[in-house]
């Protein structure tokens, strides 16, 4: 083969049997099922469900009912929150786990949820905020309360326990990303006169936009499509998008809608990918920027040095 080939063709066809499986992979299970969602978003319901082969929209009209459309503006109003919260809190542990010593085991701690099922863990915190649950138990046997508080099947409730769910998903990419700063430029600003938390928002945060772009895109995206959480945790008034599919799909058997609510996910998470790689692109040319023009301030003072 290699004196049959060019070192060139010879890499292109070792490229295409490394990498026909994996095309092949993603061709069955991810673009043609993706394909078929598609495909089903524009055709009418049948009459007992399913779908029949007429070309239309009404699907996305019906998306536009007000029930509908109140229930993805909840959706987005609690991914926004449960996003907004999980960075808030990923940051400073984050910072911490880069400055550590023990960054192995805090690692550790940090992927110990993820051995446990998702459903084990949503139960516990139901058996947490129950009214006969653990915190209402210890508030009434301490006189804080007289009475159990309602801490479930709300909107609140659903928020709290989205982001335990998917806080990890936050702090990772936050770590690796902050793990690379360099922290003398902390140590300048201060010298300079900024204060401790001044040094953070103006020299750190801009130099881990990256990873706090990849931190917002795998919190965000997830929780928007969040169906278990929403189900078991929250009322009657914390149906999520996640929910509608479902029950399109086993309930009322109408596929068509299914599809169309599940392109807005779709779309959403390309949204939300296609921002990242922009933005991890963008900081790239930033960086290679920034190197030249410090590479060119050096040159032109050694210039000046040696007329001098």
């Not at 959706?75 to 880069?98: D, H, K, N, Q, R």
Request: proline share 4%.
């Amino acid at each position: 083969m290699k004196r049959l080939l060019k070192s060139s063709d010879r890499e292109k066809v070792l490229g295409t049997l490394y990498g026909g499986p994996m095309g092949l992979w993603f061709t069955l299970f991810f673009t043609i099922p993706i394909g078929i969602i598609i495909l089903y978003s524009f055709l009418k319901r049948g009459l007992y469900g399913g779908i029949v082969w007429d070309f239309t929209l009404d699907a996305y009209r019906q998306m536009f009912n007000p029930s509908f459309a109140k229930v993805l503006f909840r959706t987005l109003w609690i991914s926004v929150i449960a996003t907004f919260f999980c960075l808030l809190i990923a940051l400073p542990c984050g910072y911490a786990m880069a400055k550590s010593k023990h960054q192995t085991f805090l690692l550790f701690l940090i992927i110990i949820p993820f051995w446990t099922n998702s459903l084990i863990r949503i139960y516990a915190w139901i058996s947490i905020l129950s009214s006969e649950g653990f915190l209402n138990s210890v508030l009434l046997k301490f006189g804080i309360i007289n009475q159990s508080l309602s801490l479930i099947y709300n909107n609140q409730a659903v928020i709290v326990v989205l982001i335990y769910m998917y806080l990890p998903f936050a702090i990772l990419p936050l770590f690796t990303t902050i793990d690379k700063f360099d922290f003398s430029l902390l140590d300048a600003a201060r010298d300079l006169g900024a204060s401790k938390l001044g040094s953070i928002m103006r020299v750190m945060l801009p130099n881990i936009k990256s990873g706090i772009s990849t931190a917002f895109i795998f919190t965000f995206i997830p929780i928007f499509g969040a169906y278990t959480v929403p189900l078991l945790v929250g009322g009657k008034d914390s149906t999520m998008i996640g929910n509608i599919i479902v029950d399109q799909v086993s309930k009322t058997r109408n596929w068509p809608l299914a599809s169309a609510f599940s392109m807005i996910l779709t779309l959403v998470s390309l949204v939300g990918v296609f921002w990242m790689l922009y933005s991890g692109k963008r900081e790239l040319q930033l960086k290679k920027t920034n190197q030249q023009m410090i590479e060119q301030k050096v040159k032109l003072h050694h210039i000046r040095r040696r007329k001098k």
